[in-house]
């Protein structure tokens, strides 16, 4: 069963040509020696109602393009727009209203690090309520006691503080605080990553239940692709900061194209072996290079079995192979 929601063709969000290059200093004077190419250079239209799957292993970039979608860097190159009703907005300017920044929340992946220990669970979430001035004290408890009752939470847990709480009640604050700001985008960053496997299902349908409810957009960055096929409508595989290929859910499964999307498919556990594989995954092979210090032409030619010469030379691009489903490798070029 697939839990993709229905989405029409309104945009809501369009990143262009991002890239977030942090600096590397070294010596007494703090010399700029290098750069770590996080995201190096990366484009996507975000559909309104759509989850939004971005996979990849650790170190592809994933959470630092999540963070540049919700504000939190501002990035070395391109641009971050959310388009409303009420007009169109540069959220990579760092210079948004925040009635704008208030429509797009994250939630991140460790609760407990995302909550301050200092603050009991009704301070943390009246914060941002507070600064937007929308509700007076009692309106404002009422809302944050309805949102409570719909995550199965009493009015006992007001007066907890995060370290009182389990892995799957902070989780479940955390996605309060960000619901309660009556955002329109919602970037979840591994959500679910911390949790046990049981309250990682709970989670996954609350996160459901509120998209369902208040047409949400989410971006889904998570490392498990079949939990990325499970949730998106369309995904987007990452590598050393570049999409290398995106499409439809379904059509990624049954079609990867990308030798690395092919690879982590592959790594997936195999329940129903064939005869004589032991239910053995393939893995990649080799690590992934260093951000600092991309390889020339194809970043992903140091791991891939289909290497050329021009791999080694030409760095291919983003190719439209038909029905928006789209690869950067040579092997689809014309």
């Known amino acids: 069963m697939s839990l993709q929601n229905e989405v029409g063709t309104k945009e809501i969000m369009k990143i262009e040509n ?9 010596g ?4 700029v020696v290098g750069y770590v190419k ?4 990366v484009s996507l239209t975000l559909t309104k109602g759509e989850t939004f799957g971005i996979v990849g292993e650790s170190g592809s970039g994933k959470t630092t393009l999540g963070r540049v979608i919700v504000g939190l860097y501002q990035p070395t190159g391109g641009k971050v727009w959310y388009v409303s009703d009420t007009g169109k907005y540069d959220i990579s300017s760092g210079k948004i209203p925040l009635r704008v920044r208030q429509k797009i929340q994250m939630i991140f992946q460790d609760p407990l690090s995302s909550l301050d220990p200092r603050f009991t669970v009704e301070k943390a979430l009246r914060e941002g309520l507070e600064i937007s001035k929308e509700y007076n004290k009692k309106e404002m408890r ?10 199965g939470l009493s009015q006992d ?21 960000a619901m309660s700001m009556k955002p329109e985008v919602v970037v979840l960053d591994e959500p679910t990553s911390a949790l046990d496997v049981s309250v990682q299902a709970q989670t996954v349908n609350l996160l459901q239940d509120f998209q369902e409810k208040f047409n949400l957009t989410y971006v889904f960055i998570t490392h498990d692709i079949s939990l990325a096929k499970y949730l998106s409508n369309r995904i987007a595989v990452m590598y050393l900061g570049r999409i290398m290929e995106m499409a439809e859910s379904e059509e990624l499964f049954s079609n990867p194209l990308h030798p690395y999307t ?10 129903e072996a064939r005869k004589g594989e032991k239910g053995k995954k393939k893995t990649l092979i080799g690590e992934v290079p ?37 690869v950067v490798c040579h ?4």
Do not use: W
């Open 18 to 26: 991002v890239k977030m290059h942090f600096p590397v200093r070294k």
């Open 28 to 31: 007494i004077f703090r010399q």
């Open 38 to 41: 996080a995201v190096d250079g």
């Open 142 to 151: 009422e809302y944050l006691l309805r949102l409570l009752k719909e995550v």
């Open 157 to 177: 847990y007001f007066g907890r503080y995060p370290h009182e709480l389990s892995g799957g009640q902070r989780q479940r604050i955390s996605v309060i605080r």
């Open 262 to 271: 092919r690879a982590l498919l592959e790594s997936l556990p195999r329940f």
């Open 290 to 326: 260093s951000p600092i210090n991309i390889p020339s032409g194809c970043r992903f030619r140091t791991r891939c079995p289909y290497a050329t010469e021009k791999c080694e030379k030409v760095e291919p691009k983003l190719i439209d192979v038909g029905n928006g489903h789209k």
């Open 331 to 334: 092997l689809y070029e014309k």
